[in-house]
T-cell receptor, first 114, second 109 residues
């Protein structure tokens, strides 16, 4: 079972470059999320999509944009990368964001901005 | 969203039972309590979820008192492979679940 798949797994960017992190889930979930996790820290929510066609800001949305392409896919874009965006990024999905259903996470994308 | 408070870290020897308590004084009537486990370099994974009293699965037990203002995750006879960060979350709400810093459990041989 694939679950939540995110690409790329590793990426090095130069300051000012742009890139998109891709995420897809095969569980027919309504809700999808992007989190970032800095060393020794908990996860912080960047953006989420409660359902296809909707997106909302989380705790730390500045510097990011998202697209819910369809029910399966939710991408995260960095328009102009900054060193402060060096982090591990996790995509996740759940059946419904309003009922506290189990959240399933991808394996993470390690991003370094130099 | 109900705020949760849990210890930053805990140490335990192999074979011992570990209890991690989470406080959530402002829990709402329709909130569930969910615990996640995160190993280094991996995304969190679901351990257990409960609403009241006691829930047990093959991995852990979750104890929730009648007032639901706290909960305790119990890991029986831990091994080195249980070394991880454990997160307590309370929901649902009008926004998705928010992860705090969790409890870093270190199991010592």
């Amino acid at each position: 079972n694939a679950g939540v798949t995110q690409t790329p797994k590793f990426q090095v960017l130069k300051t000012g470059q742009s890139m998109t992190l891709q995420c897809a889930q095969d569980m027919n979930h309504n809700s999808m999320y992007w989190y970032r996790q800095d060393p020794g820290m908990g996860l912080r929510l960047i953006y989420y999509s409660a359902s296809e066609g909707t997106t909302d800001k989380g705790e730390v949305p500045n510097g990011y944009n998202v697209s819910r392409l369809n029910k399966r896919e939710f991408s995260l874009r960095l328009e102009s990368a900054a060193p402060s965006q060096t982090s591990v990024y996790f995509c996740a999905s759940s059946a419904d964001s309003l009922t506290g259903n189990t959240i399933y996470f991808g394996e993470g994308s390690w991003l370094t901005v130099v | 969203l109900a705020k949760t408070t849990q210890p930053i870290s805990m140490d335990s020897y192999e074979g011992q039972e570990v209890n991690i308590t989470c406080s959530h004084n402002n829990i709402a009537t329709n909130d569930y309590i969910t615990w996640y486990q995160q190993f280094p370099s991996q995304g969190p994974r679901f351990i257990i979820q409960g609403y009241k009293t006691k829930v047990t699965n093959e991995v852990a037990s979750l104890f929730i008192p009648a007032d639901r203002k706290s909960s305790t995750l119990s890991l029986p006879r831990v091994s080195l492979s249980d070394t991880a960060v454990y997160y307590c979350l309370v929901g649902p709400g009008n926004t998705p679940l928010v992860f705090g810093k969790g409890t870093r459990l270190s199991v010592i041989a």
